[in-house]
């Protein structure tokens, strides 16, 4: 099983209007400018400048953040969690889109048009 950071529960509340949002493979997200991030050993702690809320991510959790630091089509980070993991896709995928749906519900991440 692929786990990724539970700490959105830190995070801001959802965002009127984006709730019923689903992520799915052919999405491309970018990171909204709202958080501020650094390294924390294999770790990256995550604050929301807004509300001063912060968490820490877990290795795949980073993995993730990092990558979303450019508009990153979904399918792409999909595939380099499997390779990098020993992962069945379709796990992959049902975990990896739940937690970008989270990110997307707060706000932390955006659809790039």
């Not at 991030?37 to 990092?66: H, K, N």
């Not at 980070?77 to 896709?89: H, I």
Request: net charge negative.
């Amino acid at each position: 099983m692929l786990s990724v950071s539970p700490c959105l529960r830190l995070t801001r509340p959802v965002r009127p209007g984006n709730g019923g949002v689903v992520i799915t493979a052919s999405d491309v997200l970018v990171r909204t400018g709202d958080h501020v991030s650094a390294p924390l050993g294999e770790q990256v702690a995550m604050m929301d400048v807004g509300s001063g809320a912060y968490c820490l991510l877990d290795d795949i959790g980073t993995f993730i953040w990092a990558r979303l630091s450019d508009p990153t089509p979904v399918q792409s980070l999909l595939d380099a969690l499997q390779e990098r993991y020993d992962v069945a896709a379709e796990e992959c995928a049902a975990d990896v889109l739940r937690f970008l749906g989270q990110l997307h519900e707060r706000g932390i991440v955006r659809h790039v048009a």
